[in-house]
């Protein structure tokens, strides 16, 4: 049983979530993401400004004037979100934590799915894989997916993206469309998720706090490892000290960046002040742009 507090987030984001995938967000999804090909639906009587290329001889030859074939998309998929739920993700300066700006994420994208219905799925990770909800379709299954993604409580801490990757690779056999959300804060992950992008449509969610890369100087602070526990006294008054810190957090997201490109896989930048959902949108208007345009 959910604790209450837990319920009425889930309930607050499902309406908000169902709410922009009505008015704008579902559209954008359809179109960010075409379907696995096109199906014969009927033949009927050319009008102007049919494509020409679509005519059937055939029936034309039989009846004496111009007939087309017309096909729909075959718009089902299968869309998969892996989520990174390890401690890390905990963090968080702004109005969110980064887990939450991803979960929320997570939560919208399943209701897009679920608005045009496609299949969607849930593996949630840590340093080994926690939960694995199959691919299926349905609001009963959707919001299964969204207290799995907003409430679920780890039993780790550590982060291993190989090793959900290659879940993926075992249980999704057919091409899908896949979300990585979390902070890439691991590592020895970069041949799975080549191998992924090989197979899948990849898209990586990158989700950052800006204190990730800038410290400001507040003297002497003991920073934890959330991942390991491990704690260190940190002199962060000291200007060298903050620009080897800011130089690390860029080498890292560049490390990630030159990846997802290299992989051939679309990459979104998400941070904790709350403006993840416009990130989103973003993201799907300049997909269905280079989709449109080749």
Known sequence: ????????????????????????????????????????????????????????????????????????EERELTLLLVVDVSA???FGTGLLTKRTAAAEIAALLALCAASNNDRVGLVAFTDTVERFVPPNKGPRHVLRLLRDILAFEPKGAGTDLAAALDTVAKVQRRRAVVFVLGDFHGSGYERAFRR???????IAVRTADPREADWPAAGLVRLRDAETGAERLVDTGDAAVRGRFAARAAERAAGVTKLARGAGADLIDVGTDGDHFDALLGFFRKRDRRRRHG
């Open 196 to 202: 992924a992008a090989r197979k899948h449509d990849l």
């Open 1 to 72: 049983m959910l604790p209450a507090d837990v319920l009425r987030q889930v309930r607050r984001l499902h309406l908000r979530a169902r709410r922009l995938v009505q008015t704008l967000l579902g559209g954008e999804y359809h179109s960010a993401f075409k379907g696995a090909g096109l199906s014969f639906e009927e033949v009927r009587e050319y009008q102007p400004g049919d494509d020409i290329r679509t005519i059937d001889w055939n029936v034309t030859a039989r009846v004496g004037h111009p007939f087309v074939k017309r096909f729909v």
């Open 88 to 90: 890390s993700t905990r």
